[in-house]
């Protein structure tokens, strides 16, 4: 079975880090593209940032503080996030795509195994 597996959130001062982990089963990680999402309360979910054959996308808002990478040994998804602001404070999701253009990435209804969030929150 396909299961994806997000886990690292927790409660954080603004200006502090997180690392993000996603542990794929079921399928191998590079044959896939895989997107982080975050859902905050009363908002859509949008995309945060993704990774697939090397290439790496990120929304504006996250950009040159939230890094994606991977492991294909643990078979593992990581993100990265530094100087943290009380606007990243969310549900974040990690995500394995259909096959999708790279323009597309942002787009929830392409992908189509989900994990089962974990909490973020930015608060002093």
């Known amino acids: 079975d396909v299961q994806l597996q997000a886990s690292g959130g927790g409660l954080v001062q603004p200006g502090g880090s997180l690392r993000l982990s996603c542990a794929a089963s079921g399928f191998a990680l590079d044959d896939y593209g895989i997107g982080w999402f975050r859902q905050a309360p009363g908002k859509e979910r949008e995309g945060v940032s993704y990774i697939n054959v090397g290439r790496k996308f990120y929304a504006t808002s996250v950009k040159d503080r939230f890094t994606i990478s991977r492991d294909n040994a643990k078979n593992t998804v990581y993100l990265q996030m530094n100087s943290l602001k009380p606007e990243d404070t969310a549900v974040y999701y990690c995500?394995?795509?259909?096959?999708?253009?790279?323009?597309?990435?942002?787009?929830?209804?392409?992908?189509?195994?989900w994990g089962q969030g974990t909490q973020v929150t930015v608060s002093s």
């Open positions: 995500a394995r795509a259909s096959r999708l253009p790279f323009s597309l990435w942002r787009t929830p209804p392409n992908y189509t195994y």
